[in-house]
């Protein structure tokens, strides 16, 4: 049985990953640092620690590894770069260690010339993995969307919860969106070429920033006031809610990157799936309640699952959960 090894089986993206390595008949070993869910007997983990020597014991006899690791924002002295240097660590010893082939999670339009540290971090390990040695497939999603996205899930908590949603720099900014399934399965498929790759994970639809807002009120049945505002206001504003949230909502590093369309991809889509449609079918799944990032991945929430690689992925409606 081949083997492979996912970083962060039981959080978002590496979730969808890991589901679609056991459809696909993988032995399938991650690393991780949230616990087992329970009921997942078919995934054996280890920690995601970036010791050279505990990274050489868990990646022997890999037939592929998918890295799902990064970092959103700058906290608590984790910074891209540190981002950066882990995974400098994690690619040597992956080709020391005889990884037949590695997958990097990138990002669209990560360019080495862009002033957002994200960005610039994403492609800086980009040109790691191609100047590796290995066998190699680089896939840079767009916006993920699913029952776990924080930027969806908290744009429809502000649409459940305020009567207006002003659209910082007025929203004209495009984006590509992918379902979170579409996303484990251009990963995978990637994982499982035999040609060096780069390649996009981008949907069949796209949006300005403000239509897609539009579409979240349409698909959870809400009417709200809807409107472009000056960035630095629509900022002030989501800082005031920050006080309370006790979060990161938005970045003005990730408010420039919607401004500059970084989540359009200007490729054929690879993604086959509708957004809207999943939307419209999911959305009464969405915004139930706030999803505070830092605590997810800073607090006492990091060390829990976000989501199960085997859990059901029966859609729901918004039914009764219109507002």
Not at 23 to 31: A, E, I, K, N, Y
Request: with cysteine; hydrophobic share 40%.
């Amino acid at each position: 049985m081949p083997r492979a090894i996912v970083t962060g089986a039981f959080s978002n993206i590496g979730s969808a990953v890991a589901a679609q390595f056991l459809l696909r008949g993988f032995d399938l070993h991650t690393l991780t640092n949230r616990r087992t869910p329970d009921g997942v007997d078919s995934i054996t983990s280890a920690p995601l620690h970036f010791d050279p020597e505990h990274l050489a014991c868990e990646l022997d006899d890999a037939d592929v590894m998918v890295s799902t690791y990064w970092v959103r924002l700058p906290h608590g002295g984790t910074t891209f770069d540190t981002a950066v240097q882990n995974l400098e660590t994690l690619i040597g010893v992956a080709a020391r260690a005889g990884v037949k082939r590695f997958v990097h999670v990138s990002v669209s339009n990560a360019s080495l010339d862009s002033k957002l540290g994200y960005y610039h971090g994403k492609a800086r390990v980009d040109e790691m993995v191609r100047a590796s040695g290995m066998s190699y497939a680089i896939v840079r999603p767009t916006l993920v969307v699913g029952p776990y996205d924080v930027l969806t899930g908290n744009i429809v908590w502000f649409l459940r919860h305020f009567p207006i949603f002003p659209v910082p720099g007025g929203g004209a900014g495009r984006i590509s969106p992918i379902t979170l399934r579409d996303t484990g399965r251009v990963i995978v498929d990637a994982a499982l070429a035999s040609d060096d790759l780069d390649i996009d994970a981008a949907g069949p639809e796209s949006y300005t920033f403000r239509e897609y807002v539009e579409l979240l009120a349409r698909a959870c049945g809400v009417r709200r006031l809807i409107f472009g505002a000056p960035a630095w206001l629509a900022l002030a504003g989501i800082r005031l809610v920050e006080l309370f949230v006790r979060d990161v909502i938005l970045t003005e590093e990730e408010l420039l990157g919607l401004q500059q369309d970084l989540l359009l991809t200007h490729k054929p889509p690879t993604g086959t799936e509708s957004v809207e449609t999943w939307l419209m079918d999911n959305a009464g799944l969405l915004g139930r309640s706030y999803v505070n990032d830092i605590h997810r991945h800073f607090g006492a929430g990091a060390t829990t699952p976000i989501r199960s690689p085997t859990a059901h992925t029966t859609p729901h409606s918004c039914g009764n959960g219109h507002l």
